[in-house]
């Protein structure tokens, strides 16, 4: 069965900071992969998706970009946070194995930038 | 354009009674339709999917939901509430375009709050 990491949890930072998160997939292969931001509890913001190795879209301008250096990882970064960076970050993956489109998620991480 | 507008930011139901939770939708072509959960500081969770068939589709925790074309709706529905379905229900349709990248479209959310 198929099974998907993210970490760290939770995480603190101050403005300014570097981030990284990281997000894994394990029982499938060439997913796609996507990080979504979910602000105040509520709706959905696509941040980046991925088809392959190396292979990033970009849905919305901002100080954040991501990586996919293996075929199930998926990376998501910052050079230097803001203070409207905070919310709960989620990765999930699809792909055409016997699946229509839905999606899979993580467990999220709660970034909190002060 | 493509769209999903979940009406109801907030549903509040007696634990027992059927309970609710509307989705519309707009899109091109033939709809691919999805309901998940998500509970507090949790990751969301599939519930269901309308691909083609039967309009009456049954998910996981006895939810399912009525896909009407007429309508362009997708209502989640349960016929017996229980507290711990309180949660964060969000609706979401398949972009239908060309290639493989597989977005979805999301509503906004319905925060559904069973009572004892």
């Known amino acids: 069965s198929q099974t998907i990491h993210q970490w760290p949890a939770t995480l603190v930072q101050p403005v300014g900071s570097p981030l990284s998160l990281e997000c894994t997939v394990e029982?499938?292969?060439?997913?796609?992969l996507y990080w979504y931001r979910q602000a105040a509890g509520r709706g959905l913001q696509l941040l980046f998706y991925?088809?392959?190795?190396?292979?990033i879209s970009s849905e919305v301008p901002q100080n954040l970009s991501a990586s996919r250096p293996q075929d199930r990882q998926f990376i998501l970064s910052s050079k230097k946070l803001l203070l409207s960076d905070s919310g709960f970050y989620l990765c999930?993956?699809?792909?055409?194995?016997?699946?229509?489109?839905?999606?899979?998620f993580g467990p999220g991480t709660r970034l909190t930038v002060l | 354009a493509q769209s999903v507008a979940q009406p109801e930011d907030q549903v509040n139901v007696a634990e027992g009674n059927p309970l609710t939770v509307k989705c519309t939708y707009s899109v091109s072509g033939n709809p691919y339709l999805f309901w998940y959960v998500q509970y507090p500081n949790r990751g969301l969770q599939f519930l269901l999917k309308y691909i083609t068939g039967d309009n009456l589709v049954k998910g996981s925790y006895g939810f399912e939901a009525e896909f009407n074309k007429s309508q362009t709706s997708f209502h989640l529905k349960k016929p017996s509430a229980l507290v711990s379905d309180s949660a964060l229900y969000f609706c979401a349709v398949r972009v239908n375009n060309a290639g493989n990248n597989r977005k979805l479209i999301w509503g906004l959310g319905t925060s559904l709050a069973v009572n004892p």
């Open positions: 991925s088809v392959g190795i190396g292979q």
């Open positions: 999930a993956w699809t792909n055409f194995q016997g699946k229509n489109g839905e999606q899979f």
């Open positions: 029982g499938t292969s060439n997913p796609n």
